[in-house]
């Protein structure tokens, strides 16, 4: 959600009449991160290289990169646009998402950081449903010209 604050994002999505683009926003938003959580965190568990592997580490790259781009977007916008600083708070946030399966003492970071994802993620998507929708209505109140026939 590019050029749209972040409480302003919150705002929208808390009315009472986007309640279902909020809902349909939480379940897409979610989704990604579960996803990548529950993808990294049974890594370890394989054998390297083996078919299964490739397939979690797969859709956890895939993951990674859609959840990563809210996370960018958002930052941005609360840094005034410093997009260094943006890049590097999304690898840490996403980082720590899948490498706290890795480090045993460090297994809480991995459910703070999926709380946060999911929140971002959510109230992104819910959001830019809600943007889809107004433009949607735009365009179907907006008689078209007709086109004169030669």
């Known amino acids: 959600m590019k050029n749209v604050p972040i409480t302003v994002q919150i705002r929208t999505a808390m009315l009472p009449q986007n309640r279902l683009a909020s809902v349909l926003g939480l379940i897409l938003g979610a989704i990604t991160p579960i996803l990548v959580y529950v993808s990294t ?4 568990e394989l054998k390297l290289w083996s078919a299964e592997f490739l397939v979690f580490g797969i859709m956890g790259a895939c993951g990674v990169y859609c959840s990563m ?10 840094t005034g646009g410093d997009k260094i600083q943006s890049i590097g708070y999304a690898i840490s946030l996403e980082g720590m998402l899948v490498m706290s399966g890795m480090v045993p003492k460090v297994w809480w970071v991995g459910y703070l ?9 959510a109230i992104s ?13 735009k365009e179907v109140r907006t008689p078209k010209k007709a086109v004169k026939k030669k």
């Open 113 to 121: 950081a999926l709380a946060y994802l999911v929140l971002i993620n």
């Open 41 to 44: 965190h049974s890594m370890p």
């Open 69 to 78: 781009k809210s996370v960018y977007q958002w930052m941005v916008s609360l």
């Open 125 to 137: 998507k819910g959001c830019g449903i809600l943007l889809s929708q107004k433009e949607h209505n």
